[in-house]
């Protein structure tokens, strides 16, 4: 895994985020973020934190200690594969202002090695074509097709 630049750190996401908002400005990169009360944000980083063998909500801070690249990785415990497990990459979203120092690069290749520690046997990701090359640089490999039901 390449090194942070100097002065960034990578960690865990903690309630402590819900105050400066970096969290949420970030992750509006990528999506909809919508209205997320306090109360509803504690809660759900408690339900997180209770499954810390499940959920690992990443983020990186800069060297003035903001947040500015996010990502997820949930591991699925399965039946198959003898009671194997699979890692899903999620939510990976890097600040415009950040963006090509490699952070992707380290978030992606950080949650792969916690995949590898944690015993999974793959870890996979869905994403649009234009950051196919990304993940490519990241040591992924295209593998079957994308699909979804929406609500
Ligand atoms: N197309 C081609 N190459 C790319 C792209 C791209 N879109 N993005 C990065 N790369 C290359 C870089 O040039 C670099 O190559 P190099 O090693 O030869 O110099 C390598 O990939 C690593 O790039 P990083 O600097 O680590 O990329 P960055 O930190 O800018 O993050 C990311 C890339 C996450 C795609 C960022 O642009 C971003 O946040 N985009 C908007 C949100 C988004 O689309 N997130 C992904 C959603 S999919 C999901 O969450 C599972």
Not at 59 to 71: D, K, S
């Amino acid at each position: 895994v390449p090194a942070l630049p100097q002065g960034y750190n990578l960690r865990r996401v903690g309630k402590e985020d819900f105050q400066d908002k970096n969290l949420f400005k970030t992750l509006s990169i990528l999506t909809t973020v919508g209205d997320i009360p306090e109360p509803k944000f504690h809660a759900l980083i408690e339900y997180w934190n209770d499954r810390k063998e499940i959920y690992n909500p990443m983020v990186i801070t800069n060297a003035e200690n903001v947040i500015i690249a996010t990502g997820m990785l949930f591991v699925e415990h399965k039946l198959i594969h003898g009671g194997g497990k699979v890692g899903h990459i999620e939510d990976i979203s890097v600040n415009p202002s950040e963006q090509g120092k490699k952070l992707g690069l380290i978030m992606i290749r950080n949650l792969i090695q916690i995949a590898q520690t944690e015993g999974c046997y793959k870890v996979i990701l869905d994403c649009d074509e234009k950051n196919v090359r990304f993940y490519e640089k990241c040591g992924m490999k295209i593998e079957g097709v994308e699909m979804g039901y929406r609500f």
